[in-house]
């Protein structure tokens, strides 16, 4: 008998069929005796109608009276949940982010998770209720509705499993948990059984997008177990993502993440002196540019060579800012190019292994595959290679470290 | 400068484009200087599509979370029509029933509202903004969403315009006032400029389907002056309803209203004794059976005749009922029958005229038309007659009494 939040997306709860297969579910759970929290998204496709007619009356729609638009997605859905389970005789209660007092902060739109009083949800639950509530949601301190932004659902679940101190915040999705690689690249990735909150954020970061990674970072603050599993599986125990297990001996790679959509531009024979990375990348920020990587060489004759990694679909805006930049700073030349990626090996075994790095990057050059940037972290090693070496390098590295033979870890 | 709320139906907001339309006609009353609350219904079609929704889930969903679910709809048209405001430079803030604490008991799908606290909207206002607020919902003590039944949304703009002491409440419909008599019966009826409370309760009732009859009972309590105009149209000053005014000299006649869906049901040869009038009419009510009109003739023989008059659906299952009683109670027979429909004479200034009932009568017979039955009340005189005859009575009474011809009243 545990405290399970359970959380499901968008094409979980996507038709009315589905949202039976959900009551299903979670009534089998509550009779075997769970308390039973539940978080939903908006039917899929229902926050897309909702942003249409807004966007038909202005292309720029106030913030605030958006957030009072779309809270409605996920009232619906909990309605029509806590129905299908009244109806299967399994008492439920929904409630919008207002009524259970997720309370944000007044950023409509994208708000962020203040605090939870978990007091009327804890009484449901000792009544013998399943508690459903709107996710995605929350209200300011003045009463205002929010909104915590796309994906806000994953992290409104976590943000309630911490305050009902939950046992476990399980993520239903359209997979059925986090896999050493994309299985689409390298057919024979493994799903992991386990996976430790901080490789969770890399692999997330890195492009893969099981969870969102506010929820992970959530739920490693205030160690909340998560769980990601399949909503159209049955069977099946996804992976966990927890605080890293002392008593387990770790894998030493857990995973290789890659990002397809990269650019990198380089200011050569920049003036090496104080505040001149701050120089190029402040209008860079101030564009509304993020920037990924980022490496300076060492000087040589008073001059170094600024490099760092941008999304594509900023590569031409983040060029003309260097130019001009450059221009400024007396730069010798700016050159760039979009037709890159990177790969990443993801591990918190790599701590206390030497060699990895090696080993990879070995493997690469044995596949013809030149490195054109390196950056490394405590548990990770990315390097940035050609577009058209994406699938080699990633199945190589695969191979090499033997992910697909893991016996689950 | 005046505090003015104004209520849009369903169809007023029907489309992103009405919306709009409804924003420039509230827009404009603002830059006269008026304080503006506005009541919004949700989209035509939308309470229906989340009714079906629910349906298919279930034949007898639950009744609280039916009211999370028809919540929403107001929810969306109220954040459109604020976000319509907003990018017209017209300052708005939404809010949902439980935002301004519009106080309801607990019976879910069909609340009365309690109490509401104006402050939040007397702060907004103060600030210069128009506030929109969600009709047809509020909240219980428990912080539960309620809905006040279909129609409520009138009863919002009155409750509202109560609370803040407002100097008009409009509503917006699909007519543009109140008239003599049904225009597609009478061509030449006539729109009236006013009509006190207690007549158009009575028009309400008996069939001229304007405004909810609960919103003009609550209007009446508080004295609330109501305003039915068309939402179509820019002009026009629609019908003022409000309390009589002791100066205007009053038309005996406001208006002839008739209900086309009549049956009647007679019990003969019922033993005159104290109590039978309940015994026939208790077990009707638990039924759930509305009854009309009641007579019961003076006794003859120690038996009397009882008939009332109920809707044409409930014709069949309160005969039966009727067949019940009769036998248990002894009486002689149950005649009915269900072609027939009721006309009805309103007029406050009927209290001070003698004469119009037998007016009324001598028309009637003037064109061959027999009474079935009559019913009086200080303000109006309603016959039953014949299905066949609705028509030419309600024409003949409108020409008799003169209503094509008033100067509006």
């Known amino acids: ?89 399994c008492p439920a209660r929904s409630y919008t982010g207002a009524q259970v007092h997720i309370l944000t902060d007044s950023m409509f739109n994208k708000a962020r998770i203040v605090d939870i009083d978990g007091a009327r949800v804890r009484s449901d639950l000792a009544q013998g209720r399943v508690v459903v509530v709107a996710g995605f949601q929350g209200v300011d301190e003045q009463g205002n509705i929010t909104t915590l932004g796309r994906g ?59 969870l969102q990674i506010r929820s992970v970072e959530f739920a490693s603050k205030y160690n909340v177990p998560l769980r990601v599993l399949s909503s159209f599986e049955d069977h099946g125990t996804g992976t966990l993502i927890a605080a890293e297990d002392e008593d387990m001996e770790q894998a030493v790679i857990s995973g290789i993440a890659f990002n397809r959509d990269e650019a990198k531009l380089t ?22 540019i993020e920037v990924d990587m980022i490496i300076q060489n060492v000087a040589e004759d008073s001059t170094t060579d600024f490099t760092c990694t941008v999304h594509r679909n900023d590569y031409l805006k983040a060029s003309n800012i260097f130019r001009a930049i450059a221009t400024e700073l007396g730069a010798r030349e700016v050159i760039g190019d979009d037709k890159i990626v990177k790969i990443s090996l993801v591990g918190v075994g790599m701590r206390s292994h030497a060699g990895i790095a090696s080993k990879m990057f070995q493997t690469l050059a044995s596949e013809g595959i030149n490195i054109r940037m390196i950056s490394t972290s405590e548990i990770k090693i ?3 290679v050609d577009e058209k070496y994406l699938e080699l390098g990633v199945r190589a590295l695969h191979d090499a470290f033997g992910l697909a033979n893991l016996p689950g870890k």
């Open 1 to 89: 008998m545990a405290l399970i939040v359970q959380k499901f997306g968008g094409t979980s709860v996507g038709t009315v069929e589905r949202i039976n297969n959900v009551a299903a579910r979670v009534a089998a759970a509550r009779a075997q005796g769970h308390d039973m929290v539940i978080v939903l998204s908006a039917m899929s496709g229902e926050t897309n109608r909702l942003i249409e007619l807004a966007k038909t009356i202005t292309r720029e729609p106030n913030a605030r009276e958006m957030d009072v638009l779309m809270s409605t997605g996920e009232q619906v859905t909990i309605a029509l949940l806590s129905i299908a389970l009244e109806a299967r005789g």
């Open 152 to 210: 806000g659902s994953d992290t409104t679940a976590v943000a309630l499993a911490a305050a009902l101190k939950a046992d476990e915040c399980q993520i239903y999705t359209d997979v059925d948990g986090v896999y050493t690689t994309d299985p689409r690249v390298v057919p024979d990735a493994r799903r992991l059984d386990r996976i430790t909150f901080e490789e969770m954020l890399e692999m997330a970061s890195l492009g893969a997008k099981v």
């Open 267 to 288: 200011m050569l024979g920049v003036t090496d002196q104080p505040g001149v990375a701050g120089k190029i990348l402040g209008p860079v920020a101030d564009a509304g």
């Open 382 to 384: 990315s390097v940035v």
